[in-house]
C-alpha cells in the first residue's frame, strides 16, 4: 500500500491515535546517522489487528471485534505437513462478525511451493472484497539454498495470484530474511514485517515501507485466552477497508500479454509474446528464474529461446512487459507440463482468457505436428 525507496537512516516519526480501533503503537522523533539499521514507523493512524493458529484455541470473533480489532488473520497451515484444524473456524467466523480477514502459510522451502500454495488456494478460494491477499510466510530454510528459496517462494506467489485474484503479501523479519541473496524481485510485494520490542520496526532487506507490523507475540485480546501475535496496519480504517477491497495492491493487475511457447527438434523451447504496442522491453521468467529477455527491436513478437537442462512436469512460464521509462506496464502467465513428448500448457491469452491444450514436441519430418507456434 505504500511503496517508498529505501532509507538510508533510521527514522521514528510519531503515531497518531483515532477511533476504537485504531492503537498507537509508539511515539518519538530522532534520527541515527550511526546505524545501518533501517526502521521505518507508521505514517500516521493504525489499525490493530491479530493472527492466530490452532494455539489460541476456539477464538470468540465477537468479542475479539468487540474489543476494536480491525482484522484477523488465521494460519492455513505449516508446509503441506500439519493443515491447521481451527483455520475452517477462524475463517468463517472472522466473516460471520464482519472482521476484514486474512489468511497465512508458513512456508517450507523442503517441501512442494505448488503443493503449498494450492493448500492456501484451496482453503481461501477466489478473494473478494473483505478479504486481505494471501500471506507467505518465510521464515526458515530448512537447510536449502537462497537461489531454492527465492524461486519457490517466487513460484507460491505467482500461482497463489493467479488463483485467488489478489497479490499475496510477504511476512518476513530482518533476522532471517537479510540472510538471503537475490530477493530484490520481491520489491513490489507487499510486506507484512515482524520486529518486537521496538518503537518502529527494521526494515529486510528488499522493502523500504511496510503495510502490515506484528510488533509482539504475546499481546492481550478479549476473546482469545493467552497471548496472541498482535499487528498493526500501516493506515486508517478506511484505507484498510479499501486495501482489502483491492482498492490499493502493490502493483495492480495491468495490461495482458500472451505467452507462447513451442518445444523445437533439439529439445529447447522457442518463446514468444504478443504485448500491446506500450511494452517495448519483455522478460520472460519460468519458476521464478529469469530465462531471458527480448525488446521490440528483436521482433513485435519478442522472440527468444531456452533450453531446460532438466525435464519437470510442471512449469510455471511469466512474462513481465515494460516501456521505455523501465516501468512494468503488463503482464502474462501460463503453465506448461514438460514430459519427453507431450506437455499440457495453459496459455494466457487475455486479461481473463486462457487456452488449454496439448503441445507436442516437434519432429523432423514435415507431416509431424506442432506447438501452439511451431512453423509447420
Not at 529505501?6 to 521514528?12: A, D, G, H, Q, R
Not at 546505524?35 to 521505518?40: E, I
Not at 488463483?163 to 530484490?184: C, E, N, Q
Not at 515494460?322 to 491469452?349: E, F, H, N, P, W
Request: hydrophobic letters at 40%; charged letters at 15%.
Amino acid at each position: 500500500m505504500h511503496n517508498s525507496s529505501k532509507l538510508s537512516l533510521t527514522i521514528l516519526a510519531t503515531l497518531l491515535s483515532a477511533a476504537c480501533s485504531v492503537e498507537t503503537v509508539g511515539s518519538s522523533e530522532s534520527v541515527d546517522t550511526a546505524s545501518d539499521d533501517v526502521r521505518v514507523c507508521a505514517e500516521g493512524t493504525t489499525v490493530r489487528g491479530v493472527d492466530v493458529s490452532f494455539y489460541q484455541g476456539q477464538v470468540n470473533w465477537q468479542a475479539v471485534k468487540s474489543s476494536g480489532v480491525g482484522f484477523g488473520i488465521a494460519r492455513v497451515s505449516d508446509g503441506t505437513t500439519y493443515v491447521d484444524d481451527q483455520f475452517t473456524r477462524n475463517w468463517s467466523e472472522m466473516k460471520r462478525v464482519g472482521l476484514i480477514r486474512g489468511a497465512y502459510q508458513y512456508f517450507r522451502p523442503g517441501q512442494s511451493a505448488n503443493a503449498q500454495a494450492d493448500l492456501m488456494i484451496n482453503a481461501v478460494g477466489a478473494l473478494g472484497d473483505g478479504d486481505l491477499p494471501a500471506v507467505i510466510d518465510v521464515e526458515t530454510a530448512d537447510g536449502y539454498s537462497s537461489s531454492t528459496i527465492v524461486s519457490k517462494v517466487q513460484a507460491w506467489l505467482d500461482r497463489v495470484e493467479a488463483a485467488t485474484g489478489k497479490r499475496p503479501l510477504i511476512y518476513a523479519a530482518s533476522g532471517f530474511w537479510d540472510t538471503l541473496s537475490g530477493t530484490s524481485q520481491f520489491a513490489d510485494y507487499d510486506l507484512w514485517v515482524a520486529n518486537y520490542g521496538v518503537s518502529c520496526p527494521s526494515m529486510p532487506n528488499t522493502w523500504g515501507n511496510w503495510v502490515f507490523w506484528q510488533y509482539t507475540d504475546s499481546g492481550s485480546t478479549p476473546g482469545i485466552p493467552g497471548g496472541v501475535d498482535t499487528n498493526v496496519f500501516n493506515g486508517s480504517l478506511q484505507e484498510l477497508t479499501s486495501y482489502a477491497s483491492g482498492g490499493s495492491v502493490a502493483v495492480p493487475p495491468q495490461l495482458a500479454i500472451e505467452v507462447y511457447w513451442a518445444r523445437q527438434a533439439d529439445g529447447s523451447y522457442a518463446l514468444r509474446a504478443l504485448a500491446p504496442a506500450e511494452v517495448t522491453r519483455v522478460e520472460y521468467v519460468v519458476d521464478g528464474y529469469p530465462i531471458g529477455a527480448a525488446t521490440s527491436a528483436d521482433g513485435s513478437n519478442f522472440p527468444t529461446s531456452y533450453h531446460f537442462s532438466l525435464e519437470k512436469n510442471e512449469r510455471l512460464f511469466e512474462v513481465k512487459g515494460y516501456d521505455s521509462s523501465g516501468q512494468q506496464k503488463g503482464r502474462g502467465i501460463g503453465l506448461m507440463d514438460v514430459t519427453a513428448g507431450v506437455g499440457v500448457y495453459i496459455k494466457q491469452m487475455g486479461a481473463a482468457l486462457y487456452e488449454i491444450g496439448l503441445e507436442r514436441a516437434r519432429a523432423a519430418s514435415p507431416a509431424s505436428k506442432c506447438g501452439p507456434m511451431a512453423t509447420c
